[in-house]
């Protein structure tokens, strides 16, 4: 939890010297490793998966 934060203080800071590059990348890079981010899209994918899994079997 550590990590995201350092990252997304660290686009904050760019983001107040102006380097607008630097910030969105680091806001992306600090929400996909949150626990919203990948794990979630993870989670989503699988879930996905197993929905076409049953609708293949249910033909």
Known sequence: MNE???LIFGALASFV??????D???L????LFS??????IGA???AF?????EKIKAI
Do not use: D, H
């Open 28 to 31: 992306v890079i600090g929400f």
């Open 49 to 53: 998966i197993e929905l076409i899994n």
């Open 44 to 46: 989503t994918a699988i």
């Open 4 to 6: 995201e934060l350092i």
């Open 17 to 22: 010297q102006g380097e607008i590059g630097i």
């Open 24 to 26: 969105i990348s680091g």
């Open 35 to 40: 626990p919203y981010g990948l794990p979630m």
